[in-house]
C-alpha cells in the first residue's frame, strides 16, 4: 500500500501561483511513476501532468503546458506540482497518484494509489 497526502491549495487570485506537494508514505517512493489530476465541479476527473521514477522525464496536459511543472524528491517520498499564472478555469481539486507501471502515463486506470485531494481555488 502506498498512502499519499496533498497539501498546498487555497484560494489565490487569478495571476498567482501555487506549489501543491504530495508526501508518500508506506512502500518505496522511487518504485512509483507518479502524477497529478484535477477535478472541476460537475466534470470528470482529467489528467494534469506525470513525472518518471527518476525525475528525468514528465508529459503534460495541453491545457497546463509551460504554466505546471511536476517534479519530485525520491529523498524526501515527495512530488510536487508548482502552478503559475493561475486562472480561473484552473479551480478544482488537485489529485496525486502513484503508479506501479514503468512509463509514463496519462490513464487514470493506470493510477493504483490516490490521494484525498487538495482544493485549489482561483478568483477572477
Known amino acids: 500500500q502506498v498512502q499519499l497526502v496533498e497539501s498546498g491549495g487555497g484560494l489565490v487570485q487569478a495571476g498567482g501561483s501555487l506549489r501543491l506537494s504530495c508526501a508518500a508514505s508506506?512502500?518505496?517512493?522511487?518504485?512509483?511513476?507518479m502524477g497529478w489530476f484535477r477535478q472541476a465541479p460537475g466534470k470528470e476527473r482529467e489528467f494534469v501532468a506525470t513525472i518518471n521514477r527518476t525525475g528525468r522525464n514528465t508529459y503534460y496536459a495541453e491545457a497546463v503546458k509551460g504554466r505546471f511543472t511536476i517534479s519530485r524528491d525520491n529523498a524526501k517520498n515527495t512530488v510536487y506540482l508548482q502552478i503559475n499564472t493561475l486562472k480561473p478555469e484552473d479551480t478544482a481539486v488537485y489529485y496525486c497518484?502513484?503508479?506501479?507501471?514503468?512509463?509514463?502515463?496519462?490513464?487514470?486506470?493506470?493510477?493504483?494509489?490516490w490521494g484525498q485531494g487538495t482544493q485549489v481555488t482561483v478568483s477572477s
Open positions: 497518484a502513484a503508479s506501479s507501471g514503468v512509463a509514463l502515463t496519462t490513464v487514470r486506470a493506470s493510477y493504483n494509489y
Open positions: 508506506g512502500r518505496t517512493f522511487s518504485n512509483y511513476v
